[in-house]
């Protein structure tokens, strides 16, 4: 079965830059300091942090979710039991919407990642218009946010593609399920054509008993 | 137990009721064609973002959402009846060629009397 596979580079790559950003303040932090600017210094990274944390919390959640999937793949090949199949499907449905919750586009994550690019995209526009800093200092702030922007965008992408990933793994699972169902259907329905069978052979038993009876009835005298 | 304490008991009960969190599901909206930015759609009378690449998929609480597009003037068309069920996706295609936009289910749920079109995951 296919496992769900994120994007470590791009999350790894928001990290790093998120960190560089970071290491990168201290020397800038006085003439920031000075400007009476600190809240906001701390403000525009923020978002970027609070999204690469929750990245990373969810690419934990993915790994044990491949191995959830495997085991229940190799479970349900062996089972012949259609309850305790459907049973495993339901669970690894609540596995996948667990996952794909966390993703959706009215979800946390999607929202902090929005939230992420939009600060990225106005730190630019900010700093290209920003006259506080050298003309190489200016153009180091850009470059990083540049990139920070671009993985942060990566980022969102591949966390849209997680979204359709899980969405149809749900389908998926969704169809096996009914599909289940419809057995069970059929194998109730088989069960009550066997009982009719055992019903209609029991009546014509007792009919055939009851014609011997009548045809065993001789009238007095004959 | 104090008899006293009863309707503090009652209120702590009620309070935890109301943090466990509901059952949910999911919508997958898509349109045909892509939907342009001044397409506005409404699940249960929430506006939704506009849909990145024309698709979206989103947490909904289990039950039936209805799902409502902007006409002209402000009115609010409702498009279709939308079934969630706890941990299942239902997809839904909004035909924007129709006039007006049209639903498309994937699956169609069987309502009686039959209303409004209702889709079910």
């Known amino acids: ?222 | 137990m104090d008899a006293r304490r009863l309707p503090f008991c009652a209120l702590w009960i009620a309070m935890l009721a109301a943090c466990t969190p509901k059952d949910v599901g999911f919508v997958e909206i898509k349109t045909f064609p892509v939907a342009t930015p001044a397409t506005m759609l409404y699940l249960d009378s929430v506006k939704l973002e506009p849909l990145k690449s024309g698709s979206a998929v989103l947490r909904q609480q289990v039950g039936t959402a209805k799902l409502a597009v902007e006409a002209g003037g402000g009115q609010m068309a409702l498009l279709c009846d939308i079934v969630v069920r706890k941990n299942r996706i239902t997809t839904v295609t909004i035909s924007l060629l129709e006039r007006p936009p049209r639903c498309q289910c994937r699956n169609t749920a069987v309502v009686e009397p039959p209303a409004v079109r209702s889709c079910i995951g």
């Open chain 1, 1 to 222: 079965m296919d496992t769900v596979s994120f994007g470590h580079s791009a999350v790894g790559r928001v990290l790093v830059m998120g960190l560089a950003l970071v290491f990168a303040a201290p020397p800038l932090s006085a003439r920031a300091f000075a400007a009476g600017n600190t809240s906001a210094r701390g403000d525009a990274i923020a978002p970027v942090e609070d999204f690469s944390r929750e990245l990373d919390k969810l690419k934990n959640s993915f790994g044990e979710l491949g191995k959830k999937m495997d085991d229940s793949a190799k479970a349900i090949d062996g089972y012949t039991d259609v309850e305790k199949t459907r049973k495993e499907i339901e669970d690894l449905r609540g596995a996948v919407s667990g996952l794909l919750d966390a993703v959706t586009d009215n979800g946390a994550l999607a929202t902090l990642g929005d939230k992420a690019l939009t600060r990225a995209r106005d730190k630019l526009k900010e700093l290209e218009q920003d006259t506080r800093f050298k003309p190489e200092e200016k153009n180091f702030l850009i470059e990083q946010w540049r990139k920070l922007r671009d993985d942060t965008e990566r980022a969102n992408q591949e966390l849209g593609s997680a979204r359709s990933r899980f969405a149809e793994l749900l389908r998926t699972l969704q169809a096996n399920e009914d599909f289940i169902d419809e057995l069970v259907q059929i194998r109730q329905a088989q069960k009550v054509i066997d009982v009719i069978h055992q019903l209609t052979r029991d009546i014509r038993g007792a009919s055939d008993q009851l014609q011997h009876l009548i045809g065993g009835i001789k009238p007095p005298g004959a």
